[in-house]
């Protein structure tokens, strides 16, 4: 492995390009501040999306990993100076992770976009992301208060936030760095220590925050990072007896498996797991703001993104109008390699192409309309993951394509006669996680906004992914618990409440 250490003697920006080439090397997980293969000896390879090829290692861990990686957790939080350290203490080593992050902003961009195949200017807007909610949840550790109770006089009640404790975290391939950032942040600022087992389709960020945590000073122990497939380490993290907590984010199916983990640990959950989110577009909307926006929404990381805006639902007497503006948006997207800045990546991994394919498939079979699609640029290399942004409507209400998350670049449009139609196609499928309403009339949106089951709504505007300060979670199966803004400090600490009889 290289030492990157070795590289500190460069200037600035030569050591920047070095590391970039040294993505290449071998990744090894990081447990009590120690670079370790897997005990095994086993890696895994790590696939560029863009062209198909292999081109670095990560150890593929098995139980006795995870076990020294919850162990060295154990220890830091039971014997180590984390969770006494002064709350502004803490915060000052997230604050100076944060920093660092922004030092290395280049070489993270770099390695993301690599790894997970989406643009570099996507990725650089990652990083970013990633970098603020370590300054957020710095700056937020030593402001979370409790409450004093009134009882009878003669006792005094109070409650404190306490941490749970040794905390997993089982992240996605689709936004390493900023889930790493949000569940980190907040988990490391509330006093907690972490074992995160980041996607084996993509996690190499996760691996270089973790160093760069070190270097920021976070004691060893307090962050641990074990890479693995999921069946393995994934399932081993999750019914880890080791654990006071649990956070996931991925897709149901292995929520599911996460949650009855923890269940067998009676030890508490946050779940993630996407979404089927609308936008809704009324008679009245300002096309010219919404259409780009709309657009970015499905095309942001390839449509790999549970908040992906996958359902537009327009006022049927704007069909036609939006159709063509829409028309123009998607005729003009161009996928191609991460570093060549198109408006598409490729997807993760030749798994995820297949699975979007299906898809296309499915459609094709319902013989659901294709309105409008981009193309794959001609130097995309063949061996890489693409798909074509492709538009599709009217769809069904009840179609998988209308239904199902299919974490590609695909749009379905869905026509609606009035507010209450829009409502029930809104709320209509299993998820609720993210919803846009764009209308000049207030007074509808507020209507909606309201009757909308989603965990976040959008007015005249959408953010998918976005929102370092805003509660992000789900209704109905796009999960449970909230992550971001102030709310996920609470979620990863316990309430604990303290009467005095002092008579
Ligand atoms: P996944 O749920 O299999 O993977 C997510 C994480 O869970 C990864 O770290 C993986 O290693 C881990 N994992 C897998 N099996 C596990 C197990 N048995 N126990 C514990 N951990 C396990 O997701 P995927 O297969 O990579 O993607 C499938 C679909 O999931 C996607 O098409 C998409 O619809 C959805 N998804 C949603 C999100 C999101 O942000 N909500 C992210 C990724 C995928």
Redesign the pocket.
């Known amino acids: 492995m290289v030492d990157l250490s070795d590289l500190d003697y460069l200037s600035d920006n030569l050591a920047n390009r070095a590391r970039i080439i040294a993505q290449d090397r071998s990744w090894t997980n990081i447990i009590d501040g120690k670079f370790e293969a897997a005990l095994s000896g086993h890696s895994l390879d790590m696939i560029e999306p863009s062209s198909g090829t292999p081109f670095c290692t990560i150890a593929r861990s098995g139980l006795e990993d995870v076990n020294a990686a919850v162990s060295a957790a154990r220890t830091a939080f039971e014997q180590g100076s984390w969770p006494q350290m002064p709350a502004a203490e803490r915060g000052r080593h997230l604050s100076r992770l944060s920093s660092l992050i922004l030092e290395h902003f280049e070489e993270l961009a770099a390695l993301e976009s690599r790894d997970t195949g989406k643009p570099l200017r996507q990725a650089e807007a990652d990083i970013t992301a990633t970098a603020r909610y370590f300054e957020y949840y710095g700056g937020a550790a030593d402001k979370v208060h409790g409450q004093t109770i009134p009882l009878p006089n003669g006792f005094t009640a109070m409650t404190l936030h306490e941490p749970h404790g040794v905390v997993g975290s089982?992240?996605?391939?689709?936004?390493p760095a900023q889930i790493m950032g949000r569940v980190a942040g907040a988990a490391l600022a509330m006093g907690n220590c972490l074992v995160i087992?980041?996607?084996?389709?993509a996690c190499l960020s996760i691996l270089r925050l973790a160093e760069l945590a070190l270097e920021a000073g976070i004691p060893a122990g307090v962050l641990n990072v074990i890479t693995g497939?999921?069946?393995e380490a994934?399932?081993l993290?999750?019914c880890h007896p080791g654990l006071d907590f649990i956070t996931?984010?991925?897709?149901p199916?292995?929520?599911t498996?996460?949650q009855r983990a923890a269940a067998g640990n009676h030890i508490g959950c946050t779940l993630?797991?996407?979404g089927k989110s609308p936008q809704i577009l009324f008679e009245d909307a300002d096309l010219d703001a919404a259409m780009p926006v709309i657009t970015n929404a499905i095309i942001q990381n390839a449509g790999?993104?549970?908040s992906a805006g996958s359902r537009l639902l327009v006022h049927v007497s704007q069909w036609d109008q939006v159709l063509e503006t829409l028309r123009g948006h998607f005729e003009k997207l161009v996928a191609n390699r991460h570093d060549a800045n198109a408006d598409l990546g490729p997807l993760v991994t030749g798994?995820?192409a297949e699975?979007v394919a299906g898809f296309l498939d499915l459609a094709d079979d319902a013989n659901i309309p294709v309105l409008a699609a981009g193309t794959i640029a001609d130097d995309a290399p063949q061996g890489g993951y693409y798909a074509t942004p492709t538009l599709f409507g009217p769809v069904p209400a009840d179609s998988a394509l209308a239904q199902e998350?299919v974490?590609g670049p695909v749009l379905s449009m869905l026509p609606f006669k009035d507010e209450e139609e829009a409502i029930a196609l809104a709320n209509g499928t299993p998820y609720g996680l993210v919803a846009g309403i764009w209308t000049r009339d207030a007074a509808r949106s507020m209507r909606l906004a309201r009757a909308i089951r989603a965990g976040q709504v959008y007015i005249n505007g959408y953010g998918a992914g976005g929102g370092i300060e805003l509660p992000f979670g789900g209704f109905k199966k796009s999960g449970h618990g909230r992550e971001k803004g102030f709310e996920g400090l609470y979620e990863f600490s316990a309430t604990k409440t303290i009467v005095m009889n002092h008579g």
């Open positions: 089982i992240i996605p391939w689709n936004y087992k980041p996607a084996e389709d497939t999921g069946e994934g399932a993290l999750s996931f984010t991925g897709s199916e292995v929520g498996l996460v993630e797991l996407g790999q993104t549970c798994h995820q699975r998350e974490f």
